[in-house]
């Protein structure tokens, strides 16, 4: 395992579409295993997709905190309703926006052993795999953002 560099925003990788999986070998394992060490030595994200790590391949790790999800080849199948919430991004430090997202989504991926999995997912789970998988299509939620916030400001508030 080891810890990679995430990418930042600027870099051309993160605008490009990634290519799919079309086989899950000992180099696939390997990726996740240094995607989730990476996202674990963030120690403040949630999510990341292959592309932040300068992979352009359709893979992303998510962990709300019970554990990581191996995604490969994700496809949203379903949509509906609407979220709109404060996010941020690994890719992109010290910016947070308000960003709308589907509020429930049905997504169908491969996980690492080759099965066929379809997850319903609602609310913080709907609205990461909607950030990561735009991820793999080369979109960053600053592209999505309603109004930008400052967290500083926001706490002052409460």
């Known amino acids: 395992m080891a810890i990679r560099n995430i990418v930042k925003e600027g870099d051309e990788v993160l605008r490009k579409r990634s290519k799919e999986v079309k086989e899950i070998n000992d180099k696939i394992r390997e990726l996740f295993e240094d995607m989730k060490e990476t996202l674990r030595k963030t120690g403040n994200g949630i999510g990341i997709a292959a592309p932040q790590v300068g992979i352009l391949r359709r893979m992303i790790v998510i962990d709300l905190g019970e554990g990581p999800i191996e995604i490969i080849n994700p496809v949203i199948i379903e949509q509906q309703g609407e979220q709109v919430e404060v996010e941020g991004c690994l890719s992109v430090p010290g910016v947070f ?39 793999l299509d080369g979109i960053l939620f600053i592209d999505k953002v309603i109004r930008y916030v400052d967290l500083n400001d926001e706490q002052e508030q409460e």
């Open 97 to 135: 926006g308000e960003v709308k997202r589907p509020a429930q989504m049905v997504v169908e991926y491969t996980n690492l052993d080759g099965e066929k999995v379809k997850v319903e997912a609602t609310d913080l789970l709907a609205r990461c795999l909607s950030h990561e998988i735009d991820h």
